[in-house]
């Protein structure tokens, strides 16, 4: 009965061009969505979010595009950096407890 | 701001034996919860407080996990007795309020607990 799916345990991209993580979700209902990324041995932390009621939200290299239609969602960063390589996990809510994926890592090799 | 802060960072036990892992919010943060990853399954969300009363412990495995918040800094997960099963990390996060759309946690670095 996971609501929030990531079906891609791992991916692995060249630095510089782009990483796409995609989630998806099952329930209807929920109306906000977020990434988090986590380094080893550290706690997950904030990356971006995105409302249900718009489509696409951009913060710098990452931006988010939601299709609600097909209960979707990815992440993709522009370009690719080796720091970036960590593990992300897609994350929804209705009620304000957050929802989780299983996470994708993404390993950007130099 | 110190962050969300877990302790131990590190516990190994064996089966039987009770487990207590701790956990420090925000100061100001009303909401608080308790994860726990595994492979398999991600972060799940075990159970969550606000303004220090428990909301929804639909996520708690087995009655041999509890958790309490007596006051708006501390809050703890007990595991009596610990399994095996139980081995992962456990994160806390806190947050203002859960009842924010759009809430945002802040996640502390994780209790990794090993049961042998």
């Known amino acids: ?34 990434w988090y990324k986590k380094y ?33 969602l990815s992440l993709h960063i522009v370009p690719s950096q080796p720091g970036d390589s960590a593990v992300y996990f897609c994350a929804a809510t209705d009620t304000g407890k957050l929802i989780f994926g299983q996470g994708t890592t993404l390993q950007v090799k130099p | 701001d110190a962050g969300v802060i877990q302790s131990p960072r590190h516990e190994v036990t064996e089966m039987g034996q009770e487990v207590t892992l701790r956990c420090k919010p925000i100061s100001g943060h009303n909401s608080l919860f308790w994860y ?11 159970i969550y407080f606000n303004n220090n009363v428990p909301i ?14 007596p006051n708006a800094s501390f809050s703890t997960l007990k595991i009596q007795p610990s399994e095996p099963r139980d081995s992962a990390v456990y994160f806390c996060a806190s947050s203002l309020s859960a009842r924010i759309r759009g809430n945002v946690l802040t996640f502390g670095a994780g209790s990794r607990l090993t049961v042998l």
């Open chain 1, 40 to 72: 080893p041995a550290e706690g997950p932390t904030f990356l971006i979010s995105i409302s249900s009621i718009k489509d696409k939200n951009e913060d710098g290299r990452f931006t988010v595009f939601l299709n609600k239609s097909a209960k979707h």
């Open chain 1, 1 to 34: 009965d996971q609501q929030v799916k990531q079906n891609s345990p791992s991916l692995s991209v060249q630095e510089g061009r782009i990483s796409i993580l995609n989630c998806d979700y099952t329930n209807s209902m929920f109306d906000y969505f977020l």
């Open chain 2, 36 to 46: 726990r990853q595994t492979m398999m399954r991600g972060l799940e969300l075990l």
């Open chain 2, 56 to 69: 929804d412990d639909s996520g708690m495995p087995e009655d041999r996990f509890s958790a309490k918040m």
